[in-house]
């Protein structure tokens, strides 16, 4: 989670996010200790203002 989301009077922060870091902390440690995927989903912004990017499979981690 971006900390711009989460940090108070930040321009893009959404009002409540921080609230939830508890469970989604709950969330990955379960999977993390069950051996579960955890998958990361980043956007790639190009310049141009084009709003997707490809992903190279270079930068996933598996």
Avoid: W
């Amino acid at each position: 989670m971006s900390s711009v989301l989460v940090t108070g009077g930040q321009p893009l922060e959404i009002p409540g996010t921080s609230e939830a870091l508890p469970k989604i902390k709950e969330l990955l440690d379960f999977y993390r200790e069950n051996n579960k995927y955890i998958v990361h989903i980043i956007r790639i912004y190009k310049v141009s203002s084009c709003k997707v990017g490809v992903i190279p499979k270079n930068r996933l981690r598996i």
